[in-house]
């Protein structure tokens, strides 16, 4: 076996969970080594959508201008009848709360050549691809405790010869079969779904009827999901028994019957230039959450944490998540010595918004394929009742990710309208910075932030300047009001921005400091030092 190195983060699987991870790591200094069994990307589409919030994390990894230029936005979902009758629209708007439209459509191999070249570009990254990993194992000699080293052995392609290398942290996003998973001891905690569909993914130049936004087929015996996802390229996914085949003459008259409510395929026609179909795969598609995702510095991030039907399209942005919500806590600690237990806070904030999403997802999939029975009938007509309700639907696609539950960095206070902020992400909108428009993240940097609307106290500029965090005035924003009337609706005259942009904490109207400090400072080893406030003239500046 060869001498072992060591990286601060190992990074297990170069999906765009992995990579995203590393880039976003390297945003906070962090150097990395991400490892992949494969040479170059999957070439073949997978994933297909994403909402404004990964459009946002696309951005804090350094590629969202790209992306735009290759993603298409989507006007929603609609859930359909056996006879293709509206039974309830979700719209997605073109301006999202983000500042992106809420639903973009997109090509997974170009997403993640785009990753890949961004890492490419970062020194702080390093990617090897034709590895094997074969094994991960946490330090616990007892002399360096559960945040000891970690040992990652590994074989390349063509070779017998184990390596490993140490590394301060180890991010296992290595997929449904993670070996990682095995290696924490974790087991699947079944969610209640299972079922077997085949994914079509068609490039035609022929005239197909879309609506240009996702459409779910609730039907009993032929439930169905179909997109464009770009300018010729569409998507199709049929319930089908796995010996069902589509190729040869009576494939093709099978896929003819199946296409139909969507594009007219001459009879006789054989597959061609203007109806190719590039990829026809059968998926199971599973419900399922890890009981556990961290053992002393191994994490699981993507779908080695959990599994979630694609009837709603957050499978990928669940993963994203984790990554984003993860690696400013573990750059936290590894480079300014916060508290271990800040680690905690990953799974006890990401597994129960994943739960959410997965049962979310489970839910619609009941709606398309729940039995043939009078019930089965009588639920997709309540469904059809429910969401001609004003305010439903909009309240539905809100809750595609919902608050962060409460907790040492998530800090509500005892009255509701607190709930309002606490634990919500902080509004994107354009601002007007020296003359340029830019985003509002792209003004804030890669760390903490406190936005207010009045001059801020001594003691807000302590836990300003103890977290190296920009004060900055809304009024100094120069953006359409949004900020100033997403505050007021918070009854609050200041929030606390996590690097994540996740609201940490608020000063409620008229109070002059934090409501929380107490709970989340011992985990940043943040003290909370009276200090002399002065204003600040730009919402560039990083000191209070």
Not at 56 to 63: D, E, N, V
Not at 348 to 374: C, F, N, S, Y
Request: proline letters at 7%; aromatic letters at 6%; hydrophobic letters at 40%.
């Amino acid at each position: 076996m060869s001498a072992a190195s060591r990286r601060p983060v190992v990074i297990i699987g170069a999906g765009p969970v992995g990579v995203t991870a590393a880039l976003l790591l390297a945003r906070h200094g962090v150097r990395s080594l991400v490892l992949e069994r494969h040479q170059d990307i999957y070439p073949l589409p997978r994933a297909v959508a994403v909402d404004d919030e990964i459009r946002r994390i696309l951005q804090s990894a350094g590629i969202h201008e790209e992306f735009a230029a290759r993603a298409r936005p989507a006007r929603g979902l609609r859930l359909l009848d056996a006879r293709h009758r509206l039974i309830a629209e979700f719209p997605r708007s073109p301006h999202g709360h983000h500042g992106f439209p809420q639903t973009s459509m997109f090509d997974q191999p170009e997403l993640e050549r785009l990753l890949r070249d961004a890492l490419a570009r970062r020194p702080e990254c390093e990617l090897r691809g034709g590895v094997e990993v074969v094994s991960v194992t946490q330090d616990t000699d007892g002399t360096t405790g559960p945040a000891g080293p970690v040992r990652v052995t590994f074989r390349r392609d063509g070779s017998d010869e184990e390596e490993h290398v140490w590394a301060d942290a180890v991010l296992g996003c290595d997929g449904a079969g993670s070996l990682t998973r095995d290696a924490i001891g974790a087991v699947w905690e079944d969610l209640h779904f299972e079922e077997s569909w085949r994914v079509i993914d068609v490039r035609t130049s022929r005239r197909v009827r879309t609506w240009e936004g996702v459409e779910q087929i609730c039907c009993p015996t032929r439930p169905a999901t179909f997109m464009r996802v770009s300018e010729e390229r569409y998507r199709w996914e049929f319930r089908l028994p796995e010996d069902e085949s589509l190729d040869g003459p009576d494939g093709l008259e099978r896929l003819r019957d199946l296409v139909a409510p969507w594009v007219d395929l001459p009879q006789g026609a054989l597959p061609g230039d203007d109806f190719e179909v590039i990829r026809q795969a059968q998926y199971t598609f599973r419900a399922r959450l890890a009981d556990r995702w961290r053992t002393g510095r191994i994490f699981l991030l993507g779908d080695a944490a959990h599994l979630t039907p694609p009837f709603i399209g957050q499978g990928l942005c669940a993963g994203l998540r984790d990554a984003h919500n993860l690696t400013w806590k573990l750059a936290r600690v590894l480079q300014q010595g916060a508290d271990e237990e800040l680690l905690d806070t990953y799974e006890r904030e990401r597994k129960p918004h994943a739960r959410h999403v997965i049962r979310l997802a489970v839910a619609v999939g009941w709606a398309m394929t729940g039995g043939q029975d009078r019930a089965a009938a009588l639920r997709r007509a309540l469904v059809s009742a429910a969401c001609r309700i004003p305010g439903v639907t909009a309240t539905v696609s809100r809750d595609l990710s919902p608050a962060l539950t409460a907790g040492p960095l998530v800090r509500c206070r005892p009255r509701p309208v607190a709930r309002v902020l606490a634990g919500t992400f902080c509004p994107q909108p354009w601002v007007i910075v020296d003359g340029r428009r830019m985003r509002l993240d792209d003004t804030l940097g890669d760390s903490f932030a406190v936005l207010t609307t009045v001059p801020p106290t001594p003691q807000v500029a302590a836990v300003a300047a103890a977290l190296g965090a920009p004060v900055i005035r809304v009024q100094d924003l120069r953006d359409d009001g949004t900020v100033a009337a997403w505050l007021a609706r918070g009854r609050a005259d200041a929030v606390l921005l996590r690097p994540d942009r996740v609201v940490m904490d608020t000063v409620p109207a008229g109070t002059g400091d934090f409501t929380g400090t107490a709970a989340w400072a011992p985990l940043l080893h943040t003290a909370h030092r009276p200090a002399r406030a002065r204003s600040v003239p730009s919402p560039r500046s990083t000191t209070p």
